[in-house]
């Protein structure tokens, strides 16, 4: 199989180091019952996420059925990317909306020219390229839903930032509850 799948150890990093930041955002909870079942749906996303890494990264491209599992794999992720794409956005984060809606499409998207590079007559590693780029679009912007969530502003090529009215939410996942008492506090004078 090509690079794609052979570089197992930056994979695994990168989902480490996702996890951590998933782990961040979800250490703080309010009283808000939406952002409570925000949270926790994207707890059990970004879990899913790091089993279907792991499966995949997992794979040995030797065995006679290899395609059939990474392909599967790919099935899944798209469904739980999808998912994701669905889950009712708290309005504090409404910035994650579009980017979550563009991480389905780019994963739906790469999940089809997988499977056309893959199951067609024969392997065409340009139409592998292709999925590798929609692949990679759709990674990038779940990293930037997890900065956002983080209370962060994403940075990187072609990220324009705009804020009205607090969208990233002043980080409301990071904050512990007395980070929220005293902007309870602070409200209430005004």
């Excluded at 290899?66 to 599967?72: F, I, Q, R, T």
């Excluded at 994403?154 to 939410?169: A, F, Q, R």
Aim: with cysteine.
């Amino acid at each position: 199989m090509d690079s794609t799948w052979e570089d197992k150890g930056l994979k695994r990093t990168k989902i480490t180091f996702l996890m951590c930041l998933c782990c961040l955002l979800l250490a703080g909870c309010g009283k808000d019952e939406v952002l409570d079942e925000y949270q926790a749906n994207m707890e059990t996303f970004f879990e899913h996420i790091a089993e279907f890494n792991d499966n995949m990264n997992d794979i040995d491209v030797n065995e006679r059925d290899y395609v059939a599992k990474l392909l599967g794999y790919l099935d899944d992720l798209d469904t739980e990317i999808t998912w994701m794409a669905e889950l009712e956005v708290p309005e504090q984060f409404s910035a994650v909306e579009s980017l979550a809606d563009e991480a389905a499409e780019n994963m739906t998207q790469a999940v089809s020219l997988y499977h056309m590079a893959y199951e067609g007559k024969e392997y065409d590693e340009n139409i592998q390229q292709a999925a590798k780029e929609y692949y990679d679009r759709a990674n990038i912007r779940i990293q930037y839903i997890l900065t956002i969530l983080h209370g962060e502003i994403p940075e990187g090529d072609g990220v324009i930032y705009t804020e009205e009215n607090k969208i990233l939410g002043g980080g409301y996942m990071n904050k512990d509850d007395e980070d929220s008492d005293a902007e309870d506090e602070y409200e209430d004078e005004e």
